[in-house]
Protein backbone atom coordinates (compact mmCIF):
# COMPACT_ATOMS: atom_id res chain seq x y z
CA UNK A 1 0.00 0.00 0.00
CA UNK A 2 1.40 3.73 -1.32
CA UNK A 3 1.39 6.19 1.81
CA UNK A 4 3.03 9.03 2.07
CA UNK A 5 3.17 11.33 5.33
CA UNK A 6 4.73 14.99 5.49
CA UNK A 7 5.88 16.46 8.63
CA UNK A 8 7.68 19.35 9.92
CA UNK A 9 5.48 21.93 9.49
CA UNK A 10 4.52 24.69 11.98
CA UNK A 11 4.33 28.35 12.62
CA UNK A 12 7.42 30.64 11.91
CA UNK A 13 8.60 33.98 11.97
CA UNK A 14 9.56 35.66 8.52
CA UNK A 15 13.15 34.94 7.75
CA UNK A 16 13.11 31.99 9.68
CA UNK A 17 13.36 28.35 8.80
CA UNK A 18 11.92 24.69 8.71
CA UNK A 19 12.81 21.07 7.66
CA UNK A 20 9.46 19.42 6.06
CA UNK A 21 9.97 15.77 5.81
CA UNK A 22 7.61 13.01 3.40
CA UNK A 23 7.90 9.57 4.80
CA UNK A 24 6.84 6.84 2.34
CA UNK A 25 6.36 3.14 2.30
CA UNK A 26 4.55 0.80 0.18
CA UNK A 27 7.21 1.62 -2.63
CA UNK A 28 11.07 2.38 -3.29
CA UNK A 29 12.16 5.27 -4.29
CA UNK A 30 14.55 4.49 -6.19
CA UNK A 31 11.51 3.90 -8.96
CA UNK A 32 10.30 7.13 -8.15
CA UNK A 33 9.61 10.69 -8.74
CA UNK A 34 8.72 12.86 -5.58
CA UNK A 35 7.09 16.63 -5.77
CA UNK A 36 6.60 19.09 -3.27
CA UNK A 37 3.37 21.17 -3.84
CA UNK A 38 1.91 24.00 -1.92
CA UNK A 39 -1.58 25.50 -1.72
CA UNK A 40 -2.61 28.97 0.08
CA UNK A 41 -5.71 30.01 0.98
CA UNK A 42 -8.13 30.52 -2.11
CA UNK A 43 -5.57 29.50 -4.80
CA UNK A 44 -4.63 26.39 -6.82
CA UNK A 45 -2.25 23.71 -5.99
CA UNK A 46 1.13 24.42 -7.34
CA UNK A 47 4.03 22.18 -7.78
CA UNK A 48 7.27 24.00 -6.23
CA UNK A 49 9.33 21.30 -6.15
CA UNK A 50 10.48 17.84 -7.59
CA UNK A 51 13.44 15.44 -7.53
CA UNK A 52 14.17 12.45 -9.72
CA UNK A 53 14.82 8.95 -9.03
CA UNK A 54 18.02 9.52 -10.87
CA UNK A 55 21.02 11.79 -9.94
CA UNK A 56 19.54 14.17 -12.32
CA UNK A 57 18.45 17.73 -11.97
CA UNK A 58 15.60 19.02 -9.37
CA UNK A 59 13.30 21.66 -10.20
CA UNK A 60 12.68 24.42 -8.02
CA UNK A 61 9.78 27.08 -9.19
CA UNK A 62 11.23 30.59 -9.38
CA UNK A 63 9.98 32.21 -6.19
CA UNK A 64 11.81 29.47 -3.94
CA UNK A 65 14.94 29.34 -5.76
CA UNK A 66 18.11 30.23 -3.40
CA UNK A 67 15.62 29.17 -0.38
CA UNK A 68 14.11 25.88 -0.60
CA UNK A 69 16.48 22.80 -0.64
CA UNK A 70 14.87 19.56 -1.66
CA UNK A 71 16.94 16.49 -0.88
CA UNK A 72 16.56 12.21 -0.67
CA UNK A 73 17.46 9.74 1.77
CA UNK A 74 16.60 6.61 0.10
CA UNK A 75 17.83 4.16 2.32
CA UNK A 76 15.13 6.17 5.11
CA UNK A 77 12.84 6.30 2.36
CA UNK A 78 12.37 9.98 2.57
CA UNK A 79 12.52 13.14 1.17
CA UNK A 80 13.13 16.66 2.19
CA UNK A 81 12.43 20.54 1.84
CA UNK A 82 14.58 22.49 3.75
CA UNK A 83 12.99 25.98 3.73
CA UNK A 84 15.12 28.83 4.62
CA UNK A 85 14.17 32.44 4.59
CA UNK A 86 10.95 32.15 4.68
CA UNK A 87 7.96 34.80 3.66
CA UNK A 88 4.17 35.15 4.65
CA UNK A 89 4.14 34.35 1.25
CA UNK A 90 5.02 30.57 1.86
CA UNK A 91 2.08 30.56 3.99
CA UNK A 92 0.10 27.24 2.81
CA UNK A 93 -0.63 23.12 3.26
CA UNK A 94 2.08 21.94 1.67
CA UNK A 95 2.27 18.30 0.15
CA UNK A 96 4.65 15.71 -1.39
CA UNK A 97 2.99 13.09 -3.92
CA UNK A 98 4.82 10.48 -5.95
CA UNK A 99 4.98 9.66 -9.83
CA UNK A 100 6.75 6.03 -11.05
CA UNK A 101 9.16 7.21 -13.72
CA UNK A 102 12.66 9.22 -13.90
CA UNK A 103 11.48 12.67 -14.54
CA UNK A 104 9.71 15.37 -12.64
CA UNK A 105 6.70 16.92 -13.66
CA UNK A 106 5.40 20.42 -12.42
CA UNK A 107 1.76 19.97 -12.66
CA UNK A 108 -0.21 18.13 -9.93
CA UNK A 109 -2.22 15.96 -12.86
CA UNK A 110 0.76 13.96 -13.46
CA UNK A 111 1.15 12.45 -9.51
CA UNK A 112 -1.04 9.47 -8.36
CA UNK A 113 -0.67 9.34 -4.71
CA UNK A 114 -0.70 11.99 -2.49
CA UNK A 115 0.41 12.59 1.77
CA UNK A 116 -2.57 14.40 3.81
CA UNK A 117 -0.07 17.60 3.81
CA UNK A 118 1.12 19.85 6.76
CA UNK A 119 0.61 23.24 7.28
CA UNK A 120 3.40 26.15 7.22
CA UNK A 121 2.10 29.77 8.44
CA UNK A 122 4.96 32.43 8.32
CA UNK A 123 4.21 35.25 10.37
CA UNK A 124 5.38 39.02 9.23
Known amino acids: QVQLVESGGGLVQSGGSLRLSCSVS????????IGWFRQAPGKEREGISCISNTAGPTYYEDSIKGRFTIARANAKNTVYLQMNSLKPEDTGVYYC?????????????????WGQGTQVTVSS
Open 26 to 33: GFSLDYYV
Open 97 to 113: ATLAGSSCEKSHLFYAY
